[in-house]
């Protein structure tokens, strides 16, 4: 489908939280953009009641960098509220539905490029991926998804989740774009200095030879009959291609889901402080009230509950008593974790799993999963992404005719071997189109 | 998760609860941190940093700049006198 009447597709998906309908002839390419990355033109929410009225006087460094090269930004892309979640059922201002099922999630939290990725032709999305919010749509929308290496991309302008985890990175329908855009996107930022430290991109120096499969994760509860088939099937398209496949030991695996969270709902605890009536959104509040109440009236009515909740949990896993249990472990757990990857990149370029357990789920089935349910469903996204290791998902088949996605990981700043692995891979797979119909 | 306890860290997290939302939360919490007992039992690395790749400083001249005028930043917050307007401090 071409860019046109953004207004009936949007009805229809709710891939966008704002968009413009006016198309700019002298653009190069179009691309939309995730709604926690700041714009000029655009009310940015990042999917929250609280930012509510906030258009920010900047743009995000990724948004400014595509902008530069001839890009024309057409909207901004729905999420989870601040990134907290599965699904992006957690938004305040609507459900991205599914392409290729009206009744299934995009996933989460990036699922509304990935919606956008799968049913524009020629469109790129940038998403951000805190612990696995682009691969995790991009498997549930049949598309490719890249997160590149923590700190490749600036995360100026981009507002944060977990600040040593967010990652800013590319959704698409073309393997070929990754390779396209993700040397425009990348680079030093002064504005931001964890991107300082970054070697040079260099697309070519290392290419997909071979490949670990860790058996702890294959081992794990809950990956369905029909994504594994599509593992399997992926395995044998993948030696095909001249890739040597291991099963490997990683024992660390199994402990990334608490260690991510504690990590990730730390940060979010005391990046979500801002919020509270003042600079931003909503600030119509009473000023008779007395400091923090007038804080308190405004979080307690303009966060959603799964804000709340990971703001609670943040909020305890690093007080006083607590945090060298929750925290301060989380941290060593992490160390281990990377030493566990790094072992296996000295004889494989790359690690590799189904994305996601299963395919999109209902709607329906999603509101009957717990907190922890939800949370665990995760733990093929998170290892990679606690790691601040680059990783990609393809799609790899299809289960019930919806998409399933295979998951690559690879050492730091080793983006090539996925770009490598991502058109290799193309060449060897038929992606399915969703069935686009107005 | 007690509901003491939970009422103990919504009134740092600058949170009000209701009864109802006391009783979900102090529910799920329990239920997470449950899980997380694991960690205790995990492997660790010491003097891990707090990013996942190393970093260093990267500090720009001192001196004086502003990218974006100060107009532009306050254009949609509530001010007064030039200033951001705030609740009274006590």
Known sequence: ?438 | MDREIVERVARIAHLDLTEEELDKYSADLGEILEYFEMLDEAPGVENRGFNPVEIADALREDEPSMEIPSEDCLKDMKTYDGYVRGPRLS
């Open chain 1, 1 to 438: 489908m071409k860019v046109g009447d953004l207004k009936s597709v949007n009805e229809k998906y709710q891939m966008f939280s704002a968009f413009t309908s006016e198309a700019d002839v002298d653009a190069k390419f179009i691309f939309s953009a995730k709604d926690n990355l700041t714009s000029k033109d655009f009310e940015t929410k990042a999917g929250s009641r609280i930012l509510e009225g906030y258009y920010p006087p900047f743009d995000a460094t990724p948004i400014a960098k595509l902008r530069a090269a001839g890009g024309f930004l057409s909207g901004k892309t729905n999420m989870d509220e601040f990134g907290f979640g599965t699904f992006s059922a957690n938004s305040a201002f609507g459900i991205p539905r599914n392409p290729f099922d009206l009744e299934r999630s995009c996933g989460g939290s990036s699922g509304g490029s990935a919606c956008a990725a799968a049913v524009f032709e020629d469109h790129v999305s940038l998403g951000v991926s805190t612990g696995g919010s682009i691969v995790c749509p991009a498997s549930f929308c049949g598309v490719y998804g890249l997160a590149p290496s923590y700190g490749r991309v600036s995360r100026y302008g981009l507002i944060d989740y977990g600040n040593s985890l967010d990652k800013v990175g590319l959704l698409s329908f073309d393997a070929s774009d990754l390779r396209k855009y993700l040397p425009i996107i990348a680079g030093k930022d002064p504005h931001d200095p964890t991107s300082m430290t970054q070697p040079e991109l260099e697309l070519g120096k290392n290419k997909l030879k071979s490949v670990a499969i860790p058996k702890q994760a294959m081992e794990g509860e809950g990956i369905s009959k029909g994504v594994m088939e599509c593992f399997d099937s992926s395995i044998e398209t993948l030696k095909g291609l001249g890739v040597d496949v291991e099963y490997v030991d990683m024992p660390t695996l199994k402990y990334s889901i608490p260690a991510y969270y504690v990590i990730a709902t730390s940060e979010a605890s005391t990046n979500l402080a801002r919020y509270c009536g003042m600079r931003y959104g909503h600030q119509d509040g009473d000023y008779t009230l007395k400091f923090d109440d007038y804080f308190t009236s405004f979080r307690s009515q303009y966060f959603g509950d799964e804000a709340k909740r990971r703001i609670l949990l943040g909020t305890f896993t690093r007080m006083v008593g607590y945090a060298d249990r929750y925290y301060n472990k989380a941290l060593q757990v992490r160390g281990a974790i990377i030493n566990d990857y790094k072992k296996q990149f000295e004889r494989f370029d790359a690690v590799v799993t189904p994305t996601m357990p299963f395919i999109s789920p209902r709607f329906d089935e999603i509101s009957k999963m717990s907190a922890l349910d939800s949370y665990k469903a995760d733990f093929l996204t998170v290892p990679p992404n606690i790691t601040g290791m680059p990783h990609l998902s393809v799609p790899c088949g299809y289960s019930e005719g919806m998409p399933v996605g295979l998951l690559f990981t690879s050492d730091h700043w080793n983006e090539d071997v996925l770009i490598d692995a991502a058109e290799r891979w193309d060449r060897a797979f038929t992606v399915k189109h969703a069935e686009v119909g107005l």
